[in-house]
Structure formats: C-alpha cells, structure tokens
C-alpha cells in the first residue's frame, strides 16, 4: 500500500470510521514511517481546528427578521409594480377599444340616432379630416366617441365585449405574472 | 441584486457569534411543526413562513458566513436572499423533504454560485481583511475567540477559504451543521460517494495548505 491509501485510512480514522484491525494495520505502519506521521499530524491538526471552530454557529446580528420582512416587501412591490403598470396599460387599451367599437356599432345600427344616421356621419368624418388640425375638432371628436360609447352600452355587444375585455385582463396578468417571476439560477433549477 | 446597505446594513454589523450544541437535534414534534408551517407558508400564510425564518436564521446565516469567507456583509445579504428565493418557490417545496435541507440546499447553492462569480475578481486573500476581524476586535472575551485562539481562528478560515465550492459546503454541513452524508448528498445535489469523496479531498487539501503555511512560517 502506498502512502496515499493510508492518507484514506488515517482520515477515517479521524472520523471513527475505522475498525480495530484496521487501526492496528494502520498504527502498525505509522510506528515506521515518518512521511505517514507527518501527514497524520497535520490531519489531526486540521481535524482539531474544524471541531474547535465548529463548535461556534455564527448568527446574524438582531433584528434579521424585521430585514428580511422589508426586504420581502421591496421586492413583492418591485415584482408587483410591472403587474400594475400591464393592468393600466390594459384598461386603456380597452377603454380605447370600447369607444372605437362603440362608433363601429352606432354607425351600423344608427336607425333609434337620427344625429349618427350615414351621411351626417360621412359628412362628419369628412369634416372632421379637413379641420384635423384645430384643437376644437379633436375635442368634438372625443365627444362623439363618448356619445356614441354611452350609446353602445344599451345593446348587448357592449357587454360582450366587456366581459372579453376581463378576460383578456386576467389573461394578461397570468402572462406578466409568468413573465416576471424571479429569473432561474442554477440554484432554482435543483431544487 | 438588491444592495444590502438599501435596508440600513453596514459593514460595522457584527454578527452574533455563540457557543451552542453543534447538534440542531430535532425532535420528531419540532419536525412535525416546521413541516406544517411550511406548508401553511405555501397556502399563503406568510406569518407561518416568517416562524421559519425565525428558527432558521442562525443556521442559514453561519453557513453563508462560513461559506463567503466571514465577510459580515456578504453573509446578511446571501441569507436574507436565501429566505426571499425559498418564500418565492415555496411552491416546488416538498412536505415529505426535512424542511432545513430544502433551506440549506438553497443557500448552498446560492453561496456556491456567489464564490464562482467572485473567482473572476482575482482578490487575494491577504489583501482583505481578516475575517471575524470586527468580532475578534471586540475587547469582550468572544465564545469563538475563545474556543480557538485568534490565529487558530485566521488560519481555519483561510483553509476554508482555500477549498473549492463544494468542498467547502460539504465541509461546513458536516462540521458545523453536523449533516449526515445522505443530507449533505441531497442538499448538494450529489450521491454519498461523491460526498464522502469531496470530504476526504478536502481534508487533504487543508492538510496540504496547512502543511505549507507552517512550513512558510
């Protein structure tokens, strides 16, 4: 056996993982070679220093948990921002939709609106592309869009698309929550 | 990473260093409660989490010191982080697993990756300070001061230091945490050959760097 097999059994030995024969063989060869005793004493120093310094458990100073729960905090508002921010730009894009699609529906269904009939609302649109620039028009503009919205509720497409609208949110939220959930490491990956 | 001195942490932290049963050992009613606090944590019960963190601290907190080399700082900061990764992946916990080695496979880990990304920074040792220094520069007698004398101390942490990441884990959770090969092999994510095998090389790499410091001296 060469020294390294008895580097082995010396550190099991330290570690009591030797059986009496085992220790005999090994003290046997440690009476008549000094590199193996060399190498002992140093194993055992070692052995002495991690049972000494092992038997202290550092802990961290006071007030760790009130830490940790601040942290915790930053981070679920960090995380939870990007869901609101998605939410908000959500609800515009809706909103939007809504008003456009509630002028899409009076100016198909315009016969209970004789202010939204076809060709005043052609005329309209014309109108509204040759005085685009004035700050008037686009505020008309906007009024016609709310007018023809708060019509559109009364018909019962304005409540379908309400409730797509809540679909799509929730949908929404589930991508951006997926989206933002805490980026793998090799850590996450093992357990 | 969210910078530790954002909540008011700073270097002049010292950490709490005690003499205490090396031992954690948990009785079978202790396990049964952390399991159901843990898996009251999971249905959203943070209160129930924070009691885990409560119990946790200590052993969470020495292994990242030990870990990173006694940097106070550095050792807040891993362990704080260790609790905020197992709050957000409470789901992939399981109940049948002992709830400490799912934390400490986490801070393992963590720690493990920390000293891979901080092998590029090329520091050397003797050019930081020395570890425990703001604890063993305090007057009062410290237990840890006194269970090793200050250059014990100095010259452990460095053949810590000098040992691979997983070596260096597999050390600290057999020493310090007194795991036994199966635990350590599960929260390395290893078999017990290659525990056993991780130990026995580190032993001889301490053994080796010990032998050449005493020689330098």
């Given amino acids: ?14 570690d009591n993982g030797l059986n009496a024969p085992e220790i005999t063989e090994l003290q046997a060869h440690l009476a008549g070679c000094p590199t193996c005793q060399q190498t002992y004493q140093t194993l055992q120093r070692v052995e002495t220093l991690l049972r000494g310094g092992s038997k202290i458990m550092v802990g ?91 019509l559109t509720m009364s018909y019962p497409t304005f409540w379908g698309c309400a409730l797509a609208a809540l679909a799509l949110a929730w949908l929404w939220l589930r991508v951006l929550k997926y989206v933002n959930r805490p980026v793998a490491t090799s850590v996450e990956l093992l357990i | 990473m969210v910078n530790a001195l954002m909540f008011g942490w700073n270097i002049t932290m010292t950490p709490v260093a005690t003499e205490q049963p090396r031992a954690r050992a948990i009785t079978p009613e202790a396990q049964a409660q952390e399991q159901s606090w843990a898996m009251a944590a999971q249905r959203g019960d943070r209160p129930a989490f924070m009691r885990l963190v409560e119990v946790y601290q200590r052993p969470v907190y020495n292994l990242c010191y030990r870990m990173l080399g ?14 905020l990764r197992a709050y957000t992946k409470l789901d992939t916990y399981n109940p049948n697993r002992k709830f400490s080695s799912w934390l400490f496979s986490i801070a393992s880990h963590y720690c493990i990756d920390r000293l891979r990304q901080r092998r590029y920074q090329m520091v050397d040792w003797d050019d930081l300070p020395a570890p425990d220094q703001h604890v063993l520069s305090n007057p009062e007698p410290q237990p840890e001061a006194a269970a090793l004398s200050r250059e014990e101390h100095r010259t452990l942490h460095r053949l810590l230091n000098n040992l691979p990441p997983d070596y260096r884990a597999a050390t600290i959770l057999r020493y310090w945490h007194e795991l036994s090969y199966d635990e350590i092999a599960e929260a390395l994510n290893t078999t017990v050959s290659a525990v056993k095998s991780r130990l026995f090389r580190a032993k001889q790499m301490m053994a080796a760097h010990y032998g050449a410091m005493e020689t330098n001296l």
Avoid at chain 1, 1 to 14: A, D, G, I, P, S
Avoid at chain 1, 83 to 89: A, I
Avoid at chain 1, 124 to 135: H, S
């Fill in chain 1, 60 to 150: 961290p100073p006071p007030g760790f948990t009130a830490r940790f729960e601040m942290r915790l905090a930053y981070h679920q508002v960090r995380n939870g921002g990007h869901l609101w921010w998605g939410f908000g730009v959500l609800l515009l894009g809706a909103l939007f939709l809504f008003i456009i699609g509630g002028l899409a529906v009076s100016a198909l269904v315009s016969s209970g609106a004789g202010w939204l009939d076809g060709a005043i609302f052609y005329s309209g649109l014309v109108g509204l592309i040759q005085l685009a620039n004035t700050l008037g028009v686009w505020l008309n503009l906007v009024g016609l869009f709310v007018k023809a919205s708060l």
């Fill in chain 1, 1 to 14: 056996m060469n020294h390294e097999t008895f580097t082995e059994k010396m550190v099991l030995w330290l």
């Fill in chain 2, 70 to 83: 006694g940097d106070v700082t550095e050792a807040e900061d891993a362990a704080q982080e260790t609790f």
